[in-house]
T-cell receptor, first 116, second 112 residues
Framework: GAGVSQSPRYKVAKRGQDVALRCDPI?????LFWYQQALGQGPEFLTY????????KSGLPSDRFFAERPEGSVSTLKIQRTQQEDSAVYLC??????????????FGEGSRLTVL | DQQVKQNSPSLSVQEGRISILNCDYT??????FLWYKKYPAEGPTFLIS?????DKNEDGRFTVFLNKSAKHLSLHIVPSQPGDSAVYFC???????????FGTGTRLTVIP
């Protein structure tokens, strides 16, 4: 497809379960970002990849959160031992170049995680 | 600590009138500003941007104004149309930054 694709769109997990969220960026986009958007809030930065290299993971809220992009294309965000406070929409975005150069991110539709 | 603030959670405007959405920021290192538009159940989509070397950027019905001394920017939509009804996010980036900082959004409703 032409846009950023995320799956699953909706995920319900019991507290303590592990979840994996997938992002398929626009082909050829070098940069990939994960954002977390809680209800009524704006997206908050989690982590950034340039190709396969994770250059910034300063936004990951705890060591239960892990992201990878092993071949510089598809990325997976994994959350271990989910907690209720992890409930949010997880947005993936990609861009041709670094944000500072182009400024425009292309977002997927998001994965809505609900932890019961 | 919210570095980008949108103090109006919602705004209602009559069709054909001007919509003005406001945004304030605290970090003087920000030098690139963007507006994103978000419909329900969709990801945000880029609308318009402005570099700190400018004070105005216009694209059709959308104009963004930047006041660096006040650390304030605004988005003007004129004339407003019902299809403009969405949540609008202001975002900012610093020089060489890896990420965007987003505000909490303003829900615009354009009344036909």
């Amino acid at each position: 497809g032409a846009g950023v694709s995320q799956s699953p769109r909706y995920k319900v997990a019991k507290r303590g379960q592990d979840v994996a969220l997938r992002c398929d960026p626009i082909s050829g986009h070098v940069s990939l970002f994960w954002y977390q958007q809680a209800l009524g809030q704006g997206p908050e930065f989690l982590t950034y990849f340039q190709n396969e290299a994770q250059l910034d993971k300063s936004g990951l809220p705890s060591d239960r959160f892990f992201a990878e992009r092993p071949e510089g294309s598809v990325s997976t965000l994994k959350i271990q031992r989910t907690q209720q406070e992890d409930s949010a929409v997880y947005l993936c975005a990609s861009s041709l170049d670094r944000v500072g150069n182009t400024g425009e991110l292309f977002f997927g539709e998001g994965s809505r995680l609900t932890v019961l | 600590d919210q570095q980008v603030k949108q103090n109006s959670p919602s705004l209602s405007v009559q069709e054909g009138r001007i919509s003005i959405l406001n945004c304030d920021y605290t970090n003087s290192m920000f030098d690139y500003f963007l507006w994103y538009k978000k419909y329900p159940a969709e990801g945000p989509t880029f609308l318009i941007s402005i570099s700190s070397i400018k004070d105005k950027n216009e694209d059709g019905r959308f104009t963004v104004f930047l006041n660096k001394s006040a650390k304030h920017l605004s988005l003007h939509i004129v004339p407003s149309q019902p299809g403009d009804s969405a949540v609008y996010f202001c975002a900012a980036s610093g020089a060489g930054a890896n990420n965007l900082f987003f505000g909490t959004g303003t829900r615009l409703t354009v009344i036909p």
